[in-house]
């Protein structure tokens, strides 16, 4: 069994944290200076995904009723001279471009609107090589909402990455997933401690709609 079969097994039987759990600060986005982000919901990572897909289509679902713009990942490789690290890493197990692992799921897939921005990347970060904290700060944006897979490589590393660019972090404990529980819990309580303000679905849409 290859490592990411391995992963992606294992992911499949384990259970999402609530945010309360390690919940240190409260705060609600604002909806007028937010982004959702949603992170790398692929084909490659369906095992992983699929098990937080209704709670990552929920929380669209919310972002998009309050107005907040949207943004979808695709991790990829086009060429060696993009692999960087990961290559060594994952000992060669990437997702290429122009293959179906590297497509979003078609779940996901449905839910791209003609508004809507999907970043390619190649490494963990949203924001390596994307240009996409320039973006934001052109939409005014002040604060990002993480998403999607995987919690402790490409979501944390972005989560990270936005607070210290200055973004105010808010992140999902229901609508991120990985390899196994511990791995999930550890980012958030990380983040919690030191970068993000942790949600759920249902504190999401309290926090959005006073619901």
């Known amino acids: ?8 097994q294992e992911m499949a039987t384990s259970k999402c944290s609530s945010y309360e759990k390690y919940e240190i600060r409260k705060r609600n986005p604002n909806p007028k200076s937010s982004v959702l ?14 098990p937080i897909l209704d709670n990552t289509l929920a929380t669209v679902q919310l972002c998009r009723r309050a107005s907040i713009p949207v943004f979808f990942t695709r991790h990829c490789h086009k060429s060696p001279a993009d692999y960087g690290m990961l ?13 179906a692992d590297a497509e979003l799921l078609p779940e996901i897939r449905g839910l791209v609107a003609a508004a809507d921005v999907v970043i390619e990347k190649n490494t963990y970060s949203a924001f390596g090589n994307t240009r996409l904290q320039e973006r934001l700060v052109g939409m005014g944006v002040e604060e990002v909402i993480v998403c999607g897979v995987m919690t402790n490589l490409c979501c944390e590393t972005t989560a990270r990455d936005a607070f210290v660019r200055g973004f105010r972090v808010f992140f999902s404990t229901d609508a ?14 990380n983040l919690a401690y030191g970068f993000a303000y942790l949600f759920d679905c249902k504190r999401l849409e309290a926090g959005l709609f006073g619901a």
């Open 87 to 99: 290559g060594e890493w994952w000992n060669g197990d990437l997702v290429y471009d122009g293959t």
């Open 1 to 8: 069994m290859s490592l990411r079969s391995q992963i992606q």
């Open 176 to 189: 991120t997933a990985t390899s196994d529980l511990e791995l999930h819990e550890a980012t958030l309580k």
């Open 37 to 50: 982000l949603v992170i790398d919901m692929q084909n490659y990572f369906s095992s992983i995904a699929k």
